[in-house]
């Protein structure tokens, strides 16, 4: 084979590309295990951040021990009632709601997150104090303007005021529909209340800001400057997942055991 030959760089060349394969594969492998338990404990972080229970700047031991205090639970979400045949560790509602057996699909007319399906159970997390609830949070998603939008919205025990809420994936545009990171926008969250007399969310996310003396000042937030979409995306998901084709029988179920 002549040193400069086509033959021979071709063959230099599909070498290298071999070894730089393995050498990707094999990191791929080494580091998934770990990439799995960073996802595991970034949702921890950001669904105690939504219970105010913890900040930005937790350490993963801080993290772990405050976790300590949430029960995990899995609701049949039609009836509200709660599922102990299906494992709380393993069980994945993004994955259950691609899956023909075990999702529903979203009427249009209901579906205010605009996902079209999703999973027939969901987890619910509750923040204990001894005994008692002390906090409930909810796994929330939808659609914003590019991307899905997945998080937790923590209520207190009367099931109707928000505590918080904060999202741990989205791929909005920064400056823009990701403000929705923003501790000031996400503080305005604590103290609203989801529901109206009836029952009926009535959280919206308003274009400006709230008017302090208007009688839906209770149910309100300032919307993201530059980002209609993803404002009224977030009021969507949210009341999506609070009415009756969410969480709502859950909640109602829950109130009618008095929070247990």
């Given at each position: 084979?002549?040193?400069?030959?086509?033959?021979?760089?071709?063959?230099?060349?599909?070498?290298?590309?071999?070894?730089?394969?393995?050498?990707?594969?094999t990191?791929?492998?080494?580091?998934?295990?770990?990439q799995?338990?960073?996802?595991?404990?970034?949702?921890?972080?950001n669904?105690?951040?939504?219970?105010?229970?913890i900040?930005?700047?937790?350490?993963?031991?801080?993290?772990?021990?405050?976790?300590?205090?949430?029960?995990?639970?899995?609701?049949?979400?039609?009836?509200?009632?709660?599922?102990?045949?299906?494992?709380?560790?393993?069980?994945?509602?993004?994955?259950?709601s691609?899956?023909?057996?075990?999702?529903?699909?979203?009427?249009?007319?209901?579906?205010?997150?605009?996902?079209?399906?999703?999973?027939?159970?969901?987890?619910?997390?509750?923040?204990?104090?001894?005994?008692?609830?002390?906090?409930?949070?909810?796994?929330?998603?939808?659609?914003?303007?590019?991307?899905?939008?997945?998080?937790?919205?923590?209520l207190?025990?009367?099931?109707?005021?928000?505590?918080?809420?904060?999202?741990?994936?989205?791929?909005?545009?920064?400056?823009?529909?990701?403000?929705?990171?923003?501790?000031?926008?996400?503080?305005?969250?604590?103290?609203?209340?989801?529901?109206?007399?009836?029952?009926?969310?009535?959280v919206?996310?308003?274009?400006?800001?709230?008017?302090?003396?208007?009688?839906?000042?209770?149910?309100?937030?300032?919307?993201?400057?530059?980002?209609?979409?993803?404002?009224?995306?977030?009021?969507?998901?949210?009341n999506?997942?609070?009415?009756?084709?969410?969480?709502?029988?859950?909640?109602?179920?829950?109130?009618?055991?008095?929070?247990?």
């Amino acid at each position: 084979m002549q040193k400069d030959s086509t033959a021979k760089t071709i063959l230099v060349a599909f070498l290298l590309c071999m070894v730089c394969s393995v050498l990707v594969s094999t990191a791929a492998v080494k580091l998934k295990s770990r990439q799995i338990e960073n996802k595991k404990l970034d949702i921890k972080k950001n669904l105690l951040m939504a219970t105010k229970l913890i900040d930005s700047t937790a350490t993963k031991e801080v993290i772990n021990e405050t976790f300590k205090n949430v029960e995990t639970k899995i609701v049949d979400l039609e009836t509200g009632e709660f599922v102990t045949d299906v494992d709380v560790e393993t069980f994945d509602a993004v994955k259950a709601s691609k899956d023909p057996k075990r999702n529903v699909i979203i009427p249009s007319d209901k579906d205010l997150g605009k996902i079209k399906k999703r999973s027939k159970l969901e987890k619910v997390y509750f923040i204990k104090d001894g005994s008692q609830i002390a906090q409930i949070v909810l796994p929330v998603n939808g659609k914003g303007l590019w991307s899905t939008l997945y998080g937790f919205l923590a209520l207190a025990p009367d099931t109707k005021t928000i505590l918080g809420l904060g999202f741990y994936q989205h791929g909005e545009t920064a400056g823009l529909g990701g403000e929705v990171d923003n501790p000031k926008w996400k503080a305005q969250w604590g103290g609203k209340v989801a529901f109206d007399n009836d029952w009926n969310p009535v959280v919206k996310v308003v274009k400006g800001s709230v008017i302090p003396s208007s009688t839906n000042a209770q149910h309100q937030v300032d919307g993201l400057s530059g980002a209609t979409i993803t404002s009224n995306g977030v009021t969507g998901l949210v009341n999506y997942w609070l009415g009756g084709h969410g969480f709502g029988p859950f909640l109602s179920k829950l109130r009618e055991r008095g929070g247990n």
